[in-house]
């Protein structure tokens, strides 16, 4: 074999192994997008489809409960599908807030890559003890089906461990599924309240990647927690690569940061054994 077929043989397989090209690779986003219904324009909306367009799955978190919620989903959808593909989305009913706090989330997703598997639905086995319950959804990717569990919880002063350690006992719930668990954990996965899922094969995609940021911020050195994150099943997926979208370097001249979010969009590449 010569040196050209060596080196496109090394370039081929690098792009799959990079998630690249290859269509055998999903790739899955988690935002919690600040307030998202309460303070975007259009402007900001279309900012936000050009950091996502790239994807093929998405899960947002703090969708507000009101109705300018589930139309600033509606309006994204719409932008995203003038960025050249078609997308579909879900939102869901309000959570309980049984402890305060009432909110909705969405799924979005590319329709010529990943289909919707029967309807979603809000979660209900915790209700009473997880303020926003996880927003629960199948998707099916070529041959093989995946479920979101999407979370929001409370907040460290709220002491969201007492939220997290639920999660644990989600795939007894959900037996023979292949479950991810993903969303704003206001919590980092070094904390040992993740320790049951990563034993039971739902290691994160990312160990120390803070992703909330300060207020004001436009560069990559004033990032502060690393809450956001995706635990993926190891069992029937394997792990490609992850990354923190900056978008605060990103952002058109005269828009701040935090009309768009105060927290980075996380995304990971992942492909089914």
């Given at each position: 074999?010569?040196?050209?077929?060596?080196?496109?043989?090394?370039?081929?397989?690098?792009?799959?192994?990079l998630?690249?090209?290859?269509?055998?690779?999903?790739?899955?986003?988690?935002?919690?997008?600040?307030?998202?219904?309460?303070?975007?324009?259009?402007?900001?909306?279309?900012?936000?489809?050009?950091?996502?367009?790239?994807?093929?799955?998405?899960?947002?978190?703090?969708?507000?409960?009101?109705?300018?919620?589930?139309?600033?989903?509606?309006?994204?959808?719409?932008?995203?599908?003038?960025?050249?593909?078609?997308?579909?989305?879900?939102?869901?009913?309000?959570?309980?807030?049984?402890?305060?706090?009432?909110?909705?989330?969405?799924?979005?997703?590319?329709?010529?890559?990943?289909?919707?598997?029967g309807?979603?639905?809000?979660?209900?086995?915790?209700?009473d003890?997880?303020?926003?319950?996880?927003?629960?959804?199948?998707?099916?990717?070529?041959?093989?089906?995946?479920?979101?569990?999407?979370?929001?919880?409370?907040?460290?002063?709220?002491?969201?461990?007492?939220?997290?350690?639920?999660?644990?006992?989600?795939?007894?719930?959900?037996?023979?599924?292949?479950?991810?668990?993903?969303?704003?954990?206001?919590?980092?996965?070094?904390?040992?309240?993740?320790n049951?899922?990563?034993?039971?094969?739902?290691?994160?995609?990312?160990?120390?990647?803070?992703?909330?940021?300060?207020?004001?911020?436009?560069?990559?050195?004033?990032?502060?927690?690393?809450?956001?994150?995706?635990?993926?099943?190891?069992?029937?997926?394997?792990?490609?690569?992850?990354?923190?979208?900056?978008?605060?370097?990103?952002?058109?001249?005269?828009?701040?940061?935090e009309?768009?979010?105060?927290?980075?969009?996380?995304?990971?590449?992942?492909?089914?054994?």
């Amino acid at each position: 074999m010569n040196f050209f077929r060596l080196f496109t043989l090394f370039f081929l397989v690098s792009l799959r192994v990079l998630g690249g090209s290859s269509g055998d690779t999903l790739t899955v986003v988690t935002w919690n997008i600040r307030d998202f219904g309460q303070t975007k324009s259009d402007v900001e909306l279309q900012f936000i489809a050009s950091q996502l367009k790239p994807y093929d799955l998405v899960a947002v978190q703090e969708v507000v409960g009101g109705p300018a919620g589930p139309q600033a989903v509606a309006k994204l959808a719409d932008a995203l599908d003038r960025t050249g593909a078609n997308w579909d989305y879900c939102i869901s009913e309000k959570t309980s807030g049984t402890r305060g706090t009432v909110e909705r989330y969405a799924f979005l997703w590319k329709s010529s890559r990943v289909k919707r598997l029967g309807k979603a639905w809000l979660d209900l086995n915790y209700k009473d003890v997880i303020d926003r319950e996880p927003y629960m959804a199948g998707f099916v990717f070529r041959a093989d089906t995946l479920y979101l569990v999407s979370l929001h919880a409370v907040p460290k002063s709220k002491f969201p461990e007492t939220e997290i350690k639920y999660l644990k006992y989600f795939p007894e719930h959900y037996p023979g599924k292949s479950l991810m668990f993903l969303g704003d954990f206001n919590c980092p996965q070094s904390h040992t309240v993740f320790n049951p899922l990563k034993s039971a094969g739902y290691p994160p995609i990312m160990k120390d990647e803070k992703t909330t940021i300060r207020k004001g911020c436009q560069s990559r050195d004033c990032t502060a927690s690393a809450y956001d994150n995706i635990f993926y099943p190891s069992k029937t997926m394997k792990f490609v690569r992850a990354t923190v979208l900056h978008f605060q370097t990103r952002m058109p001249l005269g828009l701040p940061t935090e009309s768009i979010s105060d927290h980075l969009p996380v995304v990971g590449w992942f492909v089914f054994k």
